[in-house]
């Protein structure tokens, strides 16, 4: 069972990516979902969340209304659209499995995103 992050990479200010979160021997729709970010100088912070019960989201006021998180059940991923880009985007995000019911959460290894001209 893990988590498997991919999309990561260099953009230009202004640029988009989009980060896919794949889910090996777990099935992705059961879970509550998130996207993480981490950088040296501020440490790990939550950037977009997804609950499994109703696919209702939450984002950190630095993302909302440029990042998007969004599911597709038939290849079991949580994606995270990410446009306009800026210098203090760049970080390892993460993706995280949370279970509804228990304390059992999971992480992914993580995607570096690196936001330069």
């Known amino acids: 069972v893990h988590l498997e992050e991919s999309g990561g990479g260099l953009v230009e200010p202004g640029g988009s990516l989009n980060l896919s979160c794949l889910g090996y021997?777990?099935?992705?729709?059961?879970?509550?979902m998130s996207w993480h970010r981490q950088t040296p100088d501020r440490g790990r912070e939550l950037v977009a969340s997804?609950?499994?019960?109703?696919?209702?989201?939450d984002y950190a006021d630095s993302v909302k209304g440029r990042f998007t998180i969004f599911r597709d059940n038939n290849k079991n991923t949580v994606s995270l659209q990410m446009n306009n880009l800026r210098s203090d985007d760049t970080a390892v995000y993460l993706c995280?499995?949370?279970?509804?019911?228990?304390?059992?959460?999971?992480w992914g290894q993580g995607t570096q995103v690196s936001v330069t001209s």
């Open positions: 021997d777990m099935i992705l729709s059961k879970y509550d």
């Open positions: 997804l609950t499994g019960a109703d696919d209702t989201t």
């Open positions: 995280k499995v949370e279970s509804r019911y228990t304390t059992y959460q999971l």
